[in-house]
């Protein structure tokens, strides 16, 4: 029995023997430079604005611009990206490839570290109408040589692009709510044809004869409260004075509510009004061109009425298109807007040529707000 016992002991030392070398001979070590390097904060731009989100904006999100971000097709890509280390460079990647779609090594410094500004489109970065496409982004620093490591760390953070879809993003009217709140308004519509026009968004193509669209949502805030309105129009004809857009009864301007009317080569007019002798007429240039032109109309009930014309408050005879309205009493025609016609549906002429992109907004645009709505279109050609 002892002479078994010893045997056994001389089996099992050599054995503990080989596992310590073993052991010291596969040691793995472990790199802790990333550990060390500091943050990295990946966040987009406001799509809508193509300003940094402010924190009201944010607090409206169901989502994290931080991981993701949604566009449609004509809005600019602009993600910033920072690290609180300078990188050797940065690349980005589809997820599960290798190949590279953009390759950053110049960066400024900011915020106590580095930036930079990551700018694409949906287009370039082929994202099909409706999918999703997760990015990494790269980030490599130079390190070679620290620690005993003979390649420079790196990490790589995922970020996700959503391509919206024309129906979810470009309705023909839009209602928006405050800077980010922008949901499709309910229509009815007899139209000669429709599109979607690269930075306009759908439109419609009214003959001059019998169409028209009709929102029909109750906008209560257009009645009693500041608003605007935005869209695009194209047009060739000569028109005497058809609504392009408005809830007025235009068998009469002093009616309440409003209208933008097309007078051909004469100018375009907008006239507002509380139907107890309130009235104030605006007019800009014509814009029977031939060409996309954005108008954009303000209403701040208790100050000024205005009118712009590709971004700029129009001017016509050098008379600037902006008039004190705080002494209507109210402007609640009773009647829905419509596109292509009076508020009635009922007037004796119908526009003739295209409306898109066109915007309900709740509140009083400022002037760099609607230049920024004119700029949208100027951005994509």
């Excluded at 390190?143 to 129906?167: E, L, M, R, W």
């Excluded at 599109?195 to 759908?202: D, F, L, S």
């Excluded at 408005?246 to 002093?254: A, L, Q």
């Excluded at 109210?330 to 898109?356: C, H, N, W």
Aim: with cysteine; proline share 3%; hydrophobic share 35%.
């Amino acid at each position: 029995m002892k002479s078994i016992k010893l045997l056994r002991m001389l089996l099992v030392v050599p054995l503990i023997f080989i596992n310590c070398n073993d052991k010291d001979r596969y040691d793995v070590i472990i790199d802790n430079r990333i550990n060390e390097i500091g943050e990295v904060v990946i966040i987009s731009k406001n799509p809508n604005t193509k300003q940094d989100y402010t924190s009201e904006e944010l607090s409206l999100l169901d989502y994290n611009p931080q991981e993701e971000e949604w566009y449609y097709r004509n809005q600019p890509l602009e993600i910033s990206i920072w690290t609180e280390t300078k990188p050797l460079k940065i690349e980005i990647k589809r997820n599960g490839e290798q190949s590279v779609v953009q390759t950053i090594d110049e960066f400024s410094e900011n915020n106590n570290g580095y930036s930079f500004n990551w700018i694409s489109t949906i287009e370039d970065l082929d994202i099909d109408e409706g999918s999703l496409t997760v990015f990494n982004v790269v980030v490599i620093y130079d390190d070679a040589g620290v620690d005993g490591f003979d390649y420079n760390s790196a990490q790589a953070i995922p970020y996700t692009i959503y391509h919206k879809t024309a129906a979810s993003v470009v309705p023909l009217v839009s209602l928006q709510r405050g800077l980010t709140d922008i949901t499709p308004l309910n229509i009815e519509s007899n139209v000669s044809g429709s599109g979607v026009e690269n930075g306009i968004g759908a439109y419609v193509v009214l003959d001059g004869i019998d169409d028209l669209v009709t929102i029909t949502d109750v906008l209560d805030f257009v009645n009693n409260s500041d608003f605007s309105v935005s869209l695009w129009v194209n047009t060739t004809t000569l028109g005497d004075d058809p609504s392009i857009i408005g809830n007025k009864d235009w068998s009469g301007g002093g009616n309440k509510g409003f209208i933008l009317a097309h007078r051909g080569s004469k100018d375009i007019k907008l006239v507002g009004g509380d139907g107890v002798g309130g009235r104030l007429d605006l007019k800009g240039s014509p814009i029977n061109d031939g060409n996309w032109h954005h108008i954009a109309m303000t209403f701040d009930k208790d100050g000024v009425m205005s009118l712009y014309l590709d971004g700029e408050l129009a001017v016509f005879n050098d008379t600037p298109a902006a008039g004190d309205i705080s002494t209507f009493s109210d402007m609640d025609s009773g009647l829905p807007i419509r596109i292509g016609q009076d508020g009635t549906g009922a007037y004796g002429q119908f526009f003739e040529g295209k409306v898109g992109g066109v915007v309900i907004i709740d509140y009083v645009l400022s002037s760099d707000e609607v230049n920024e709505l004119y700029s949208g279109l100027l951005s994509e050609d």
